[in-house]
């Protein structure tokens, strides 16, 4: 009887293991690995967040709207390697943007990915441009909050990029507070939001962006974890929880 109980248990070993983590790898054949849908879109949103901020383009800024091919492989002693084509909108707009492919390595010794992504775009360059100015423009000018949030998507995808891991991904939920100054030619832009964690774990953000449509963005943030329970009898919310996530400074 111990013997048959052994056999069972070594039988039902991968079953349980997947169970206790659903979203990890899991080894079908030989040099052949399955990930689920979820997990694919977790890197699909890893890959766009590392092109909506090095891009820089309000223009051009992106969402997953769904997967195409999709296939993972593990790399022996580094980690692995997920290979994708998928369809973007616009994080705004909901404008079509065009169809991307990528490659994200998630090695062992860094959790942040290492991505080569490039895209086809449904505008040419010069319409990106005009596109780009006209917004800039009329922030000179004026702050709307429509204006405004296109921004915070740029500085929340530097912030997940950074943080994402291969089972754990970050997504913006809500501007708190925006501001906005002009500074000689450049723009420069305040908030403080709300970033969760697919681990279920919410972070409460500062974010520094600076604009200048001759230089690349640049993001400094600082953020802390929120608990939820130590919010104030009043309602006021104020924020208690540990140091998270370290400044950066670019």
């Known amino acids: 009887m111990p013997r048959m109980v052994a056999v069972v248990l070594l039988l039902l070993l991968p079953a349980l293991c997947s169970a206790r983590h659903p979203e990890q790898l899991r080894l079908l054949s030989q040099g052949k690995f399955y990930a689920s849908e979820s997990q694919f879109l977790r890197v699909a949103r890893a890959a766009v967040n590392y092109l909506n901020y090095g891009q820089g383009s309000p223009s051009l800024l992106r969402r997953v709207a769904h997967l ?14 997920y290979s994708l084509q998928f369809y973007t909108k616009h994080i705004q707009t909901g404008q079509y943007l065009g169809k991307c492919n990528a490659k994200v390595r998630y090695q062992k010794k860094t959790s942040k990915p290492l991505i080569d992504i490039s895209c086809t775009d449904n505008k040419d360059a010069d319409q990106i441009r005009k596109d780009d100015y006209s917004l800039y423009t009329k922030l000179k000018a004026t702050s709307s909050s429509d204006e405004l949030k296109y921004f915070a998507n740029i500085g929340s995808s530097y912030i997940a990029w950074r943080q994402s891991s291969e089972y754990d991904g970050y997504v913006m939920r ?77």
Not at 68 to 81: D, F, L, W, Y
Not at 226 to 240: H, P, Y
């Open 174 to 250: 809500e501007i708190k507070d925006a501001k906005r100054w002009v500074r000689d030619n450049a723009l420069e832009f305040d908030y403080t939001i709300l970033i969760d964690s697919d681990a279920s774990k919410t972070f409460s953000c500062h974010m520094r962006i600076t604009w200048n449509l001759e230089l690349p963005i640049k993001v400094k943030y600082t953020c802390f974890s929120e608990d939820i329970s130590a919010e104030s009898a009043d309602g006021s919310g104020e924020e208690s929880g540990s140091y998270d996530f370290l400044e950066t400074n670019f």
């Open 68 to 81: 195409g091919k999709t296939s993972v492989r593990n790399i022996p002693g580094v980690g692995h390697e």
